[in-house]
């Protein structure tokens, strides 16, 4: 036609974008009253000082405080038994009472001297779980920001939400380790994985609130009665694709 054609702008407010949905839904005049306990699950063994590091910053960075903590150990030395069924719990409710937190601090402690199966650990935590959310994190995790959690929450609550993940940086970097899970020809893998994170991907792919296949379960938000439904994580598969298996049962719930 000779006429210029038209221009079209994707545009994505990284302020809002995600994060004022979730704000909404934790805020609602209907969910005023209303609090989510959020069961945080980790499976740990033999890792007492990673596991005070995990949970001290978990303490000291997040805003929200309707959480408790489950332990799941799958034979620790005894010394290490100790110290985190014993003493660790002391440390932490110290701090958790030096940051004037308003609500008791929970602590669980399971031990059962077994083979490594991440399945079976985070199924175990589950069961022993009091919240309406489960959070499954792994235990060399640590927090870098205060809202994250709230974040999350106001995802996972809405009806349509399976899963819920984070963006996870490796240890001293802010290159991505996590941006969800891709399918590709090698199979499932994380999104984005050693992408520096300084810059956009795929229109804000690492900024904003995405639908994805799967999120890894090394930091993974779900609804305690929709985990139940589709049977928790398959303990057939004790290390790797768990969590992907999980996210696809929710898909297809």
């Excluded at 929970?106 to 199966?117: A, D, G, R, S, V």
């Excluded at 893998?189 to 991907?201: G, I, M």
Aim: aromatic share 10%.
């Amino acid at each position: 036609t000779g006429q210029d054609p038209d221009i079209y702008h994707v545009v994505y407010d990284t302020a809002i974008s995600g994060r004022e949905r979730c704000n909404r839904a934790l805020n609602s005049q209907n969910a005023e009253d209303i609090r989510f306990l959020v069961s945080v699950v980790i499976p740990t063994k033999d890792h007492p000082e990673i596991l005070e590091t995990c949970l001290r910053s978990f303490i000291e960075k997040t805003n929200y405080e309707d959480y408790e903590f489950v332990i799941v150990d799958n034979g620790s030395k005894e010394e290490n038994r100790l110290f985190m069924e014993k003493v660790l719990p002391v440390k932490l409710r110290e701090l958790w009472e030096k940051q004037g937190r308003e609500k008791d601090f929970q602590y669980t402690y399971l031990y059962e001297m077994m083979p490594f199966n991440f399945s079976k650990m985070c199924n175990k935590g589950a069961v022993h779980a009091k919240g309406d959310l489960l959070l499954f994190l792994n235990d060399d995790m640590e927090i870098i920001e205060e809202n994250w959690l709230d974040r999350m929450v106001g995802q996972a609550i809405q009806k349509h939400t399976g899963a819920v993940g984070a963006r996870l940086w490796y240890a001293g970097t802010k290159s991505i380790q996590h941006a969800g899970i891709t399918n590709l020809e090698i199979g499932p893998s994380h999104k984005l994985v050693t992408f520096a994170d300084d810059r956009d991907y795929y229109y804000g792919h690492n900024r904003v609130s995405y639908d994805m296949a799967g999120v890894t379960g090394a930091c993974l938000l779900v609804a305690k009665d929709r985990y139940e439904q589709v049977g928790g994580m398959d303990e057939t598969m004790a290390v790797s694709y768990n969590d992907v298996d999980l996210c696809f049962k929710l898909l297809e719930a």
